[in-house]
């Protein structure tokens, strides 16, 4: 046996704490020190796990254009808003969706302008807000004939701008932006007021919310997975960035959302929710590929830059709109079995 040991360990912790005299001499090491290796291996940790998630984002940037920090903090923002204007004042969902197709129409108008398209601004918002609020405080009648109105207002503003402007403009010509204004009108405000419809009815917000859960579920679910997996093209000549299996990774996830909203929120059978979920699938994938299909004739990524990491109001509404419309539809099938 050494018996020399325990008196040379004695002698240098002696040693160290004359060393340091600000530290107790425990034999171990303090809670001190244990804490400020605890805390330089958490910061450790963080800077790491910030270095992978910036590296992650600018990969994901360069290949989509996107700011995924930028889109994730937009998209939760909007999301917060619509929910709680939703819950606690449709008629505060009906001022936010007024304002929201003016902003849609307004960027549409603007790049059709940028085209050569003669569109005038003012009937356009002054008939979108028409449409939004007939749907949502006036019966149904009413928002047909505020179509109606609507389209008068664009076919006679442009008559009258034409003739006064004494251009030379050609008749083909005042006809083609005539037609193309009133595609305006029905593309963006007439199908968002269908979201208006279904959420003046009796639960009407808890169908708004799942229509859009189950299209926002979707579209997150296709982009992550056509990211990650994405091969083969779904239509290239259109939309060059979408790819059958991000399709069927928004099926999986559109599928099993409308049987969650099915059985949570609505009230309806789950093979019901499977129904609704795959109907809304549909319409968002075609209003995706129909805006795509806009832009690309007009020469442009995105309808604006308003929203930092999704681009224009448009861009995040494209699989929105057709969605409305069918939700609608949806609910007069699926309510009576609740």
Do not use: C
């Amino acid at each position: 046996m050494v018996t020399g040991a325990p008196e040379r360990d004695r002698q240098q912790r002696d040693d160290d704490a004359a060393a340091d005299p600000a530290r107790p001499d425990t034999g171990h090491a303090s809670l001190h020190d244990r804490m400020d290796r605890a805390r330089d291996d958490f910061e450790n940790r963080v800077d790491r796990a910030r270095e992978q998630f910036d590296a992650t984002n600018a990969r994901i940037k360069k290949r989509t254009g996107r700011d995924l920090i930028a889109a994730i903090g937009v998209g939760v923002l909007a999301a917060a808003i619509v929910l709680a204007s939703l819950l606690f004042a449709k008629w505060g969902f009906a001022i936010l969706a007024v304002g929201i197709a003016g902003l849609g129409v307004f960027e549409l108008s603007r790049a059709l302008q940028a085209r050569g398209r003669r569109i005038d601004l003012a009937p356009q918002l002054i008939g979108s807000t028409i449409m939004i609020a007939a749907a949502f405080w006036f019966p149904d009648a009413v928002q047909w004939t505020a179509l109606f109105v609507s389209l008068s207002l664009i076919v006679v503003w442009r008559v009258v701008a034409q003739m006064s402007a004494r251009d030379g403009r050609v008749f083909a010509s005042i006809f083609s932006d005539i037609i193309v204004g009133s595609f305006i009108t029905i593309y963006v405000p007439f199908l968002a007021s269908s979201a208006l419809v279904l959420l003046r009815q009796d639960g009407g917000e808890m169908w708004v919310i799942s229509f859009l859960l189950v299209v926002v579920a979707g579209d997150t679910a296709a982009y992550a997975t056509g990211l990650t997996f994405g091969k083969r093209k779904m239509a290239p000549r259109i939309s060059p960035g979408k790819t059958w299996e991000g399709f069927i990774g928004a099926a999986i996830v559109a599928v099993i959302a409308g049987a969650l909203a099915a059985e949570l929120l609505l009230g309806v059978p789950w093979w019901g929710g499977v129904l609704f979920g795959l109907a809304l699938l549909g319409s968002a994938t075609m209003g995706d590929l129909a805006e795509s299909m806009i832009k690309r004739d007009l020469g442009i990524k995105d309808m604006s830059s308003w929203l930092p990491g999704h681009g224009g109001v448009l861009d995040r509404l494209d699989s929105i709109l057709p969605s409305a419309v069918v939700a609608l539809a949806m609910f007069q099938l699926l309510s009576p079995l609740a």
